[in-house]
């Protein structure tokens, strides 16, 4: 059976990690690729305009806090 592929936007994402309206579709849509079910996609300008918000809102010089770094790294992007 074929998947069905989806590209992430930078949007979609930032609403999962700040847990706002949208977050809930993004991850209904995350379970499914962890479940193997879908493959997801994000193109390296959008993952750095995800990373460049995420430390520009939390006002670090270093890295990201945990729990971002940790749903980033959850997100099972081909």
């Given at each position: 059976?074929?998947k069905?592929?989806?590209?992430?936007?930078?949007?979609?994402?930032?609403?999962?990690?700040?847990?706002?309206?949208?977050?809930?579709?993004?991850?209904?849509?995350?379970?499914?690729?962890?479940?193997?079910?879908?493959?997801?996609?994000?193109?390296?300008?959008?993952?750095?305009?995800?990373?460049?918000?995420?430390?520009?809102?939390?006002g670090?010089?270093?890295?990201?806090?945990?729990?971002?770094?940790?749903?980033?790294?959850?997100?099972?992007?081909?």
């Amino acid at each position: 059976m074929k998947k069905n592929k989806y590209v992430l936007d930078s949007f979609a994402v930032l609403c999962f990690l700040a847990d706002e309206s949208g977050a809930d579709d993004m991850q209904i849509l995350l379970e499914s690729a962890r479940r193997d079910e879908c493959e997801l996609f994000m193109n390296v300008v959008n993952l750095s305009e995800v990373y460049y918000t995420v430390k520009r809102r939390s006002g670090l010089e270093e890295g990201l806090p945990s729990p971002i770094a940790n749903r980033l790294a959850s997100l099972k992007l081909g």
